[in-house]
């Protein structure tokens, strides 16, 4: 039986048509990253303190410094074990009815009765401003920070589904194209939103977008190249991602409005309508939905681009006819059949993982009390060597075990990080990047694993539905992170290592999928010997041909 990698040896499996969409298509993971993980600068939460008025008016007069104002407006209280200048209350304390002098020196005000504050906070703005200041989301309003990545997530959730069939149904390439449309609409909206619950449906509805578009972009990648190149251009794909990682902190220190870092965030969107000219449709998807005839022009025109040709246009009606097995995708079929339905269990929680830990561990950047721009960055650059380490192992071990490993050092560094004091502080962010590393390997190994294990006609639909509770992973983070963190700093860090161990064991129930060509059909992913012997049988048949092709040829020229 024929199949589309049959064709690509002819076509090209990645000649110049395919590296210009590759191109084109990582720079939309530039952007992307800056709507994932954007919250860490636009929702930054600076120190704050109670406002006392009459206090504000005394420093101003009398030029005293915001420290020593603040210990005439706020109480301490144990944070941790620690004491600390109150964020979220103040002393019930009248000071115009007092004799306040400039000269006042620090009083007594232990017994004086506290009460939350009445006349919102002042903030250690330090030339930035964040949605948190200024909508004043701080101490009971708190929740509302984790509920704009939570929205995000949501939107990202229900976008899954929605570009899942619409992607399966209707073409990689118009979805990608929807998507981008959606993006810079809502991302510029939320730019110019005049309150926060605006913000919030806005980072729904871009999320629904946002997703959908970079996932399809994926899909579209890996089927349009040889088997041998899909791994190299998954995890490059993904690598872009970590590139936008980087830019971010630089864009957000010399752009610190967070509208102003919202509208260059979006504006990339725009150009990415364009791309209408200059991506081709998935032949794949085509041949999948019994397009034989498109699919046989797509595939001509990558062939004129990388100066080959096709020799036989007739293959492609066999491939209609014997791998086109369904012009619709069925959720029913992502967990009708055994092996499809344990594939489909394992890569969903290992989607709620890593969203849950990686998410967690860079959102948890903005409240160590570091400079968030350094170690946003440096942390940023650890992402690097995890995509060259996934290069260098899954071709030499395969994909189940780095893929296994990474989780566990993820979790690993997680409960070390925890238990580790304060006082190492240098040695304890050496092992928290250690974590990000495993959990970034994780990440960008879940996505292309995800695309390997299912067949052509629901693998857009298997990659969205899966990537759902990545989805759900992401508006559970937040919460687990600042809410657990009020208790104890640290104390997220033992549920992020507690799910990275248990995803990383699950990860071993996997099939090896190294050097295996892409299923084509469900029976392909449920007996997958069958398909490696009808290739041993194929490559048995073709090579008697090519020796008396040889053999002819040599008997014409003697």
């Not at 009606?317 to 619709?328: A, F, K, M």
């Not at 942390?379 to 395969?398: D, M, Y």
């Not at 040695?427 to 960008?444: D, P």
Request: charged share 15%; glycine share 6%.
């Amino acid at each position: 039986m024929t199949t589309f990698d049959d064709l690509l040896e002819e076509a090209g499996k990645f000649g110049r048509c395919q590296k210009r969409v590759f191109a084109l298509l990582c720079l939309v993971s530039l952007p992307f990253a800056g709507v994932y993980v954007g919250i860490v600068f636009q929702g930054f939460t600076p120190d704050h303190w109670c406002r006392d008025p009459a206090v504000v008016q005394r420093r101003q007069a009398c030029d005293w410094s915001p420290a020593a104002s603040r210990r005439l407006t706020v109480p301490q209280v144990n944070r941790s074990g620690v004491l600390q200048q109150s964020s979220c209350e103040q002393y019930e304390v009248d000071w115009n009815a007092t004799a306040l002098a400039c000269d006042t020196q620090a009083l007594d005000l232990s017994e004086i009765p506290v009460t939350a504050c009445k006349n919102g906070w002042e903030y250690q703005y330090e030339g930035r401003k964040s949605f948190v200041t200024e909508f004043n989301l701080v101490c009971s309003d708190g929740w509302f920070v984790d509920m704009n990545q939570s929205a995000l997530n949501l939107g990202f959730f229900i976008g899954s589904f929605a570009f899942g069939f619409f992607a399966d149904r209707f073409g990689r390439k118009m979805s990608f194209l929807m998507s981008n449309a959606l993006n810079a609409i809502a991302g510029i909206a939320v730019a110019f939103a005049p309150n926060y619950i605006s913000i919030l449906v806005l980072r729904s509805i871009l999320g629904f977008g946002a997703k959908g578009g970079w996932m399809s972009s994926y899909v579209l990648l890996t089927e349009i190249v040889g088997v041998q190149y899909r791994r190299t251009v998954g995890i490059l794909f993904q690598m872009f991602f970590s590139v936008g990682v980087l830019v971010l902190p630089l864009l957000a220190y010399f752009i610190p409005d967070w509208r102003w870092l919202q509208v260059v965030i979006s504006v990339p969107y725009v150009f990415f309508l364009f791309y209408y000219w200059f991506i081709p449709e998935s032949p794949r998807w085509l041949i999948s939905q019994n397009q034989s005839a498109k699919a046989l022009e797509v595939t001509e025109a990558m062939a004129k681009e990388n100066k080959r040709k096709i020799k036989d246009s007739a293959l492609f009606q066999t491939l209609t006819d014997e791998e086109g097995d369904s012009s619709s995708a069925s959720l029913l079929d992502l967990i009708r059949t055994p092996n499809m339905r344990k594939h489909t269990f394992i890569l969903m929680f290992n989607w709620f993982t890593t969203a849950v830990v990686y998410q967690g561990l860079i959102m948890r950047v903005g409240i160590t009390g570091i400079n968030v721009y350094i170690n946003f960055f440096i942390s940023g650059l650890v992402e690097f060597p995890a995509a060259f380490l996934i290069l260098f192992t899954i071709e030499r071990v395969g994909r189940r075990i780095p893929f296994a490993a990474a989780n566990m050092v993820a979790g690993a560094a997680c409960f070390i990080t925890a238990f580790m004091p304060d006082s190492m502080i240098w040695f304890k962010t050496v092992v928290a990047c250690i974590g990000r590393l495993g959990i970034t390997m994780a990440f960008e190994m879940v996505v292309f694993v995800n695309t390997e294990l299912y067949p052509t006609h629901i693998r857009n639909l298997g990659v969205s539905v899966c990537s759902t509770l990545c989805d759900v992973g992401g508006m559970v983070s937040p919460f687990l992170l600042y809410r657990l963190a009020a208790i104890w700093l640290e104390l997220p860090l033992l549920v992020f290592g507690v799910v990275a161990f248990i995803a990383g064991g699950l990860v071993l129930f996997l099939p090896e999928t190294r050097g295996v060509p892409l299923p084509e059909t469900i029976d392909d992913v449920e007996f997958p010997n069958r398909k490696k012997e009808s290739r041993v049988e194929k490559q048995q048949i073709k090579e008697p041909l090519k020796m008396d092709l040889t053999n002819n040829k040599e008997e014409t020229n003697v």
